[in-house]
Structure formats: structure tokens, C-alpha cells
């Protein structure tokens, strides 16, 4: 069966349809547990309100759909085949002599589609949220309503300055003062060729990161065998931003699909660990085939000839408890992966080709049957 067909149509948006309905209502779950949690974390405050609820429900609630949107869509399918199967069309279809596969070729269309536009729309919003929700988890804890995650936590930095040269900056505090400049106190660069030897050292009591250069004030510089230089103001040229010193205190899920190879380069050449960047990165490719992944598995238990065989409450069941077993093994397996246990590659994709390949060779047993 074509996508584009009358029938291809109307099965992807039965699909579609039902996938919304039931992410709506499992958004407003979500949301009235998280507006719960933050009323307990308010509880006994002056400084916070209650529109500090509802930031908070609202930023946290994109990163918590990301984790269950598989199975929101596994429940979506598992609906729209009960109902077709309920309704009988689904025998009609069969019996019209579209086979199973045809069948469920526009519906897996349609759920791949969906998984395509969350990555490359939704995800750089998402990530936009979780990095606000993180901040006002952080601003909560500090008291400080202009904190931006950075504060007493210090820095640790290290970037390739061209082939033959290595950067490591180290700051004991920071503080953003704008969008575009950063304060630092204690600050030390260290150049460094790529055998580890120190070309010279850098100090300054004060300094901002602004425009791709460190305005540094109260300075000494030192080099090996040569008197200490010192200076009332510096200003070193670098390629650091602030973006790539963002990224030493946020998760990879802050970070946009669009955004993550360039992380992913800065780190390796860094000559820092990036599996965490790439688990994040792959699996947001791999995701709509897990979503699609998920939708098979849906078909094996509620796409029926008829409902009148019976049994519908323990497919239902069985379904279920699959469908987890599914999305919790990935994540174990995901687990491993990020410790080192298993490749980055197989710990992203096997547990999708895995639940694919079983689910196909079921479905074709079936239609053989």
C-alpha cells in the first residue's frame, strides 16, 4: 500500500492521531507530578513562588518525554490496531488483498516521519528546556536569581590551539554577566606543546572571556629560564567561547542534534573523552528507528483478525510488559555503553536491530500461517 493512497492516509493519521492524543495525556501526568515535586521543594521558602512551578514543570517536562516516547508511541500503536481490529477494517483490508506488510508500511512510514521531526524540530527546543530547567534547579539551590551554573563551580579546560600547541585554562570562580561575557577570578593558562611541555604560563587575579579573547588584569607570566613578567592588563587571543565553556557544565541532552558533531570535535581534539556526547548523538539518529522498532512490537500483539477470538485484556497485558522489557533492556544496554563495557555503536544500535529482526521474523511467521 502507497503512503499517499486514501487508505495509506487514513491509517497514518489514525496513527498520528492517537499518538497525540495519548502524548497529551501522558504530558499532563508528568506535569501534575513535577508541579507536585516542585511544591515540595518550595515548601518552607520566601524567595520562590508559584512561578517557580510552573518554570520548573514546564522546562523538565521535555526532557522526561524524551525517555518515554518510545513506549507513548508503542501505546499509540497498540490503540490504533485494537480499534482497527474492533472495527473489523482490518479484516476488510485483508480481505481486500493488502497484506499485512502493506498494511503496516504507511502507518511505519508516518511513525518514522514523526521520529525524524522530533530529532530535527523538537530536539534543539528540548535541549534549549533542559538547559533552563538546569539553571533553575541551580539559581533554586544558590538563592541567586541571576546565577547561570557556573558560580563557585571553577574550571578546568583544555583546547587544541592549532597542530603544535595545547591550551589548559583553570579558573577557582565564575560568574556570567551578560550573554556575551564571562567573569573569572584566579585564572591560570597554561600553553603546552603536544609532548606536555610548558611553554609558558599565564596568571591573572581578574579576568572576562569576551569575543574570543581573555581580558586578563593583575597578570604574571613565566618562562622557563626567563625573569617573571608582570603586567597590569593582558588580553590573550584563543578560540574558546563561551558556548565551549557552557558545554563543560551541561549534559549532552542540553545540547541540539545540530550542535553535537562540533562538541564532539572539540572534545577529541581536546584530547578529553566524548562516548557521552556520542551515545547522545547516535541515539538521536537511531531514534526513529526505535520508534519504528516500537510499533512492530505493537503489531505482534494487537493487530488480530478479530477481536472475538478473545483474550484481548492479556494481549493487552503481554504488550505492555513487552514493550518495557524492550525500552528498559535498551537503556541497560545504553548504560553499559556509556561506562565502556560494550562499544558506543553496538550499545545505540543492537537493541533496536535486535527488537526489529525478532519482531519481523514474527510477523512474517504470521502472515505464512
Do not use: C
Not at 77 to 93: D, G, L, P, Q, R
Not at 109 to 119: D, K
Amino acid at each position: 500500500m502507497k503512503f499517499n493512497s486514501i487508505l495509506g492516509r487514513y491509517l497514518s493519521k489514525q496513527i498520528i492521531v492517537t499518538f497525540l492524543l495519548v502524548l497529551v495525556t501522558i504530558m499532563g501526568v508528568i506535569m501534575m507530578f513535577d508541579s507536585i515535586e516542585a511544591l515540595r521543594r518550595i515548601s518552607g521558602r520566601d524567595d520562590t513562588g508559584m512561578s517557580y512551578v510552573v518554570k520548573y514543570a514546564l522546562t523538565k517536562l521535555p526532557e522526561t518525554i524524551d525517555k518515554v516516547l518510545p513506549f507513548v508511541m508503542m501505546v499509540a500503536a497498540m490503540i490504533t490496531f485494537w480499534k482497527v481490529s474492533k472495527s473489523n477494517e482490518y479484516v476488510i483490508i485483508r480481505a481486500s488483498g493488502v497484506s499485512a506488510w502493506g498494511f503496516l508500511r504507511p502507518v511505519l512510514m508516518a511513525v518514522f516521519l514523526v521520529g525524524v521531526i522530533n530529532v530535527a524540530l523538537f530536539n534543539p527546543i528540548s535541549a534549549k528546556m533542559y538547559e533552563m530547567h538546569a539553571t533553575l534547579k541551580y539559581r533554586f539551590i544558590t538563592r541567586d536569581p541571576t546565577a547561570m551554573l557556573f558560580s563557585s563551580k571553577g574550571l578546568w579546560i583544555r583546547e587544541a590551539e592549532g597542530p603544535d600547541k595545547v591550551l589548559v585554562v583553570q579558573a577557582k570562580s565564575l560568574r556570567q554577566e551578560d550573554p556575551k561575557t564571562l567573569s573569572m577570578r584566579d585564572i591560570s593558562i597554561l600553553e603546552m606543546d603536544q609532548k606536555g611541555q610548558i611553554l609558558r604560563r599565564i596568571e591573572g587575579l581578574v579576568g572576562e572571556l569576551k569575543k574570543k579573547s581573555f581580558k586578563l588584569r593583575g597578570v604574571r607570566i613565566y618562562r622557563t629560564g626567563e625573569k617573571t613578567e608582570e603586567l597590569p592588563f593582558y588580553e590573550y587571543q584563543t578560540t574558546i567561547t563561551m558556548q565551549r565553556i557552557k558545554e563543560n557544565f551541561v549534559d549532552p541532552d542540553a545540547i541540539s542534534f545540530w550542535n553535537l558533531p562540533d562538541t564532539i570535535r572539540f572534545y577529541e581534539t581536546s584530547g578529553f573523552s566524548a562516548a557521552r556526547h556520542q551515545m547522545r548523538y547516535l541515539s538521536l539518529w537511531a531514534s526513529p528507528f526505535l520508534l519504528v522498532a516500537m510499533v512492530l512490537v505493537s503489531a505482534l500483539f494487537s493487530l488480530r483478525p478479530s477481536v472475538r477470538q478473545g483474550g484481548v485484556m492479556l494481549m493487552i497485558v503481554t504488550g505492555v510488559v513487552t514493550g518495557f522489557m524492550v525500552y528498559f533492556s535498551s537503556q541497560l544496554i545504553y548504560a553499559f555503553g556509556l561506562n565502556g563495557y560494550i562499544p558506543v555503536v553496538m550499545a545505540v544500535w543492537s537493541p533496536t536491530v535486535i527488537v526489529t529482526l525478532l519482531a519481523v521474523t514474527v510477523l512474517l511467521h504470521q502472515e505464512e500461517r
